[in-house]
């Protein structure tokens, strides 16, 4: 009895141990199965709330690719085109330069004038004229822009040359060539618009002859080598064109009036600006229709035939100058400057040498003037 009483006690005191240890922590399978549960549903949750990475097992870093880099496109050379390396003395030909600013250069050209360029659709553009008095041969052209240097041969070739003896009354010398005053004074007109280099084209499309359709007697040509009568001589730069007094006289293209007045020497003169240096000249004329500065279109009226000035008869002295240099008039007749020349090998202009064929000039039938009506030049 007693045995079994100590027993109970013992029993006792190790459940009541039990059970103070399951407080702390420590749950007793037989006891605590339902709280043992609940603690591993927690330890449970509690490990699937961990961070994925935790779980995860490890991987490689991800490549990362650097962005690709365009390479810059290769700046293209400065080039220069020419319109032909061959010219004969009357004509030009044409400079373009590609990829390359060329404001404010300038240099001279193997004549010894100086040049500048125009710029025009973003190229560069120049004339180089050739004088009828210019020697034939081979030539350099070259000029030399920051690191750029551009050098060509370029072939003057020959032309006919033509001379005249030219009777001119005493009084008429004596108020022209021989008066120094009315020769100064065109001197200094000369010089002041011979120059004049507008940079824009003001031409449209081809240049036509000033006299329209109208019959007339070339009594000079281009090029000529003049003897007057008081042995003055001069190399003659257009085309006197004989025709009766006041016969209508027009624009050879559209443009901008430079000058229209006066002169002792050369009468009543007009200039027309067509743009790029170039500029017609019309001298003698009996009257004039234009003002300076006035626009005008090709074909439109600028005045009338006379005989003003150092002149012997009625007469239009047509002449065009390119680059400050008088080139063969009726070589621009039915031609307009190209400046994409290069892009079309059709083009021949300023490339023939030969000399420029007589122009045919069919008379119309309402006008039937004949040589009588005309008063033309005495050549020797």
């Known amino acids: 009895m007693k045995n079994f009483r100590k ?9 009541a141990l039990i059970i103070s240890s399951g407080c702390e922590g420590e749950i007793s399978p037989v006891i605590g199965s339902e709280a043992s549960l609940s603690q591993s549903e927690i330890s449970s949750e509690s490990s699937s709330s961990e961070p994925e990475s935790a779980v995860l097992p490890e991987s490689s870093e991800p490549e990362v690719s650097e962005p690709e880099t365009e390479e810059p496109e290769p700046v293209p050379e400065p080039v220069v085109h020419l319109s032909s390396n061959e010219v004969q003395k009357g004509r030009y030909i044409t400079l373009c330069a590609e990829n390359i600013d060329l404001y404010g250069c300038y240099f001279t050209d193997f004549l010894g004038y100086e040049r500048t360029f125009r710029g025009k659709n973003g190229d560069w553009y120049c004339f180089i004229p050739i004088k ?3 020697d034939a041969g081979e030539y350099t052209l070259e000029f030399t822009f920051g690191d750029f240097t551009f050098s060509e041969k370029i072939t003057v070739t020959e032309r006919k040359t033509p001379t005249q003896y030219l009777e ?5 010398l004596e108020e022209t060539l021989e ?4 020769r100064e004074a065109f001197d200094v007109f000369y010089q002041k618009y011979r120059w004049v280099n507008t940079g824009v084209a003001l031409w449209n499309g081809e240049f036509v002859l000033p006299l329209g359709d109208r019959y007339y007697k070339e009594t000079t040509k281009y090029g000529t080598f003049r003897t007057f009568s008081n042995g003055n001589t001069e190399w003659h730069n257009a085309t006197d064109m004989a025709v009766a007094g006041g016969t209508p006289i027009y624009a050879t293209n559209s443009g901008r009036i430079l000058f229209a007045g006066w002169l002792g020497l050369t009468g009543n003169t007009v200039l027309i600006d067509h743009g790029y240096g170039i500029i017609s000249w019309h001298y003698h004329m009996n009257k004039i229709d234009v003002s300076d500065g006035d626009l005008v279109e090709k074909g439109q009226k600028i005045g009338e035939v006379g005989t003003t000035g150092l002149s012997t008869g009625n007469h239009l002295h047509f002449g065009i100058s390119v680059g400050g240099i008088f080139v063969d008039p009726m070589a621009m007749i039915g031609t307009t400057p190209e400046f994409d020349f ?15 064929p007589e122009i045919t000039v069919i008379e119309p039938e309402a006008s039937k003037e004949t040589e009588e009506d005309y008063e033309v030049v005495k050549i020797g």
């Open 179 to 182: 008066d120094a005053a009315v």
């Open 168 to 172: 001119v009354s005493p009084k008429t």
């Open 132 to 134: 009828p008095s210019a």
């Open 342 to 356: 290069w892009l079309n090998p059709e083009n021949e202009e300023q490339t023939e040498t030969e000399e420029i």
């Open 7 to 15: 027993s109970t006690i013992i029993i006792a005191l190790l459940a």
